[in-house]
């Protein structure tokens, strides 16, 4: 897909301002009723922030402060996989979004900048959050604009934090999440290696392995039907040379997440069993697992003791997922053999990935076409619920001073072959909808001329709009003009 819209920048700045300062007033004020906050904040301080698989410094302060914490929100085309391409929406940049560290009770001020170059509005609704919303109402932030609000860090835990921009399944599964992890007053035991390993999957219109820039699938991401499942956002994100490392002797504690959008998690490391884990990133330990499970929104933190050197591969235990979809990653330890705990040699090569050769080469579904007016509004209304909606909104309504409105525009209505070339072409410029201005941009969207010609006829014969029907030869004619 080429470039996606550009928004105008205002939208609901009113709104945003208006929920920060109440925000703020609540935080300063401390008025927290579900617990009682004793926490004296002291000070300030830059919050270091890590991306995986790093995660931040463990905290040595012994007092509360407050903790400034920058993200920015990009969308960045990058490899899905070998060949493969996708335009992620991330949080810093690269999926999954910056690692956050901080202490039970510390007060934490967010500032959420939109990089001038989105193309989307995003915002972030953080687990960690006390408060509805958790975030996301006050941090509501158009492209090259920057949102401040402040949370206290009431409960301890391994949290997962997400952008909640509608359509919030595509912010998702675009890669919009990451975690923050709430240290308990007192900190947590002391490891040898912390890591910060995130799950999620990609919906992406080709086949796994289908060369090139991949779109986001909309009806696969409905049916729960990935072509990836992975680690840190990419496949081989941690393999080979960006395998996790670990001696001998070490004590590991992963910090995992679970992005989702739909999928839970099988979580597993071949070749070691749990000694402790956290389930939910919660404060309850469990020990001696196997594999543990990591809803969708959720983490975990998992610790081991490295006591054989080699490679221990991550999964999810769904195995598919593993082995054919890419939810597979590596922690190489080194160090002395111990015979008694393992006597075997150890081969890396069984582990290796099967990739895509082993995928069905099936050809896709011819698709169904259209034989009838009625058919054609109903092709076309799945296209519009898939396609347009997110910015028109499923009303046709769209979003005043970003998205204009389809149901009954004047600008539509007036000349079916200029609604036919934006299909095409997509459009950018400033147009007047219905005595509204806009000036942004539509992308152009790729589709074959039977969906225009579904989408449009389905558009034309909804809200109220003049009733026209449009064809796969008109807009064939009008590719050719
Ligand atoms: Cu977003």
Redesign the pocket.
Known sequence: MRMLARLAGRIGVGAVGGALAVLLAAGAAGTAHAQTITSVIKGQEEAVTTFAPQVPPPITRAYNTKVVVHLE?REVTARLSDGVEYTF?TFGGHVPGKMIRVMEGDLVEMHLSNHPSSK????IDMHSVTGPGGGAASSFTAPGHTSVFSFQALNPGLYVYH?A?APVGM?IGNG?YGLILVEPRGGLPKVDQEYYVMQGEFYTKGVHGAPGLQPFDMAKALEERPEYVVFNGSVGALVGDNALKAKVGDTVRLYVGNGGPNLVSSFHVIGEIFDTVYPEGGFTTNHNVQTTLIPAGGAAMAEFRIQVPGTYILVDHSIFRAFNKGALGMLKAEGQASQTVYSGKVLDEIYKPEGGAIQSTEAAPTPVVARNKAERIEFGKRIFNQICAACHQQTGLGIPGAFPPLAGSDFLNADKERAIGILINGLSGAITVNGKPFNSQMPSLQLTDEDIANVLTYVYNTWGNKGFTVTPDEVAKHRKK
Not at 120 to 123: A, D, R, S, T
Request: net charge neutral; with cysteine; glycine share 0%.
């Open positions: 929100t929406w989307m509005p995003h915002n952008c921009t912010h919009m």
